[in-house]
């Protein structure tokens, strides 16, 4: 079955950098784009990062433009998201999801359990 | 960017009763292949945001027959036709159309009165 497991999350000083990782199976990793989606404690629904099914294409939310990165392997079936410059308000849970490559909208559909990052002195 | 608002924002309802829950884009989601991006997502309490609807009205697989999506250019509707316990949680709207960023509604709270 389809799975996305996220892992990297962890407690980190402001100005420190981090690495998530999303580690999939049950499907062809190759024909997805994936998504980095994040939830502040209490809060709603961010979206962060995307990159296309080849890596040829990257998109940023404003609010991580300039630290955060996306990078997939697809040799591993895996997408990372590197967060540098850690402020107190990227702390949430970062999921990860994915989008089937011929849906123009990249439209997430399954979700990973999330991963959580406190970002705090 | 679209913004996007849902309403209400706090769902109290009973059992066996319908729910509706009202989004609204700040600009037109029709795609220019004619198709509307809209998707809604269920995030039950402490787990991960599922896909209940994509282009509006189209169940996912999986999604009971209660749950239905209507809706064009800027107003969209959630609706729940008969309320049951595994329902609670909170209902997100999310917009694919005019990207990036993709963006969601701000979340309604469905509860059991």
């Known amino acids: 079955q389809v799975q996305l497991v996220e892992s990297g999350g962890g407690v980190v000083q402001p100005g420190r950098s981090l690495r998530l990782s999303c580690a999939v199976s049950?499907?062809?990793?190759?024909?997805?784009?994936m998504h980095w989606v994040r939830q502040a404690p209490g809060k709603g629904l961010e979206w962060v990062a995307a990159?296309?099914?080849?890596?040829?294409?990257?998109y940023y939310a404003e609010s991580v433009k300039g630290r955060f990165s996306i990078s997939r392997d697809n040799s591993k079936n895996t997408v990372y998201l590197q967060m540098n410059s850690l402020r107190a308000e990227d702390t949430a849970v970062y999921y990860c999801t994915r989008s089937y490559y011929l849906d123009s909208s990249a439209t997430p559909d399954y979700w990973g359990q999330g991963t959580l990052v406190t970002v705090s002195s | 960017d679209v913004v996007m608002t849902q309403s209400p924002l706090s769902l109290p309802v009973t059992l066996g009763q319908p729910a509706s829950i009202s989004c609204r884009s700040s600009?037109?989601?029709?795609?220019?292949?004619?198709?509307?991006?809209l998707s809604w997502f269920q995030q039950r309490p402490g787990q991960s945001p599922r896909r209940l609807i994509y282009r509006v009205s189209n169940r996912d697989s999986g999604v009971p027959d209660r749950f239905s999506g209507s809706g064009s250019g800027t107003d969209f509707t959630l609706k729940i036709s008969r309320v049951e316990a595994e329902d609670v949680g909170v209902y997100y709207c999310?917009?694919?159309?005019?990207?990036?960023?993709?963006?969601f509604g701000q979340g309604t709270q469905v509860e059991i009165k």
């Open positions: 999310m917009q694919s159309t005019h990207w990036p960023p993709w963006t």
């Open positions: 990159i296309w099914y080849d890596g040829n294409y990257k």
């Open positions: 049950g499907f062809t990793f190759n024909n997805y784009g």
């Open positions: 600009q037109g989601l029709e795609y220019s292949d004619g198709n509307t991006y």
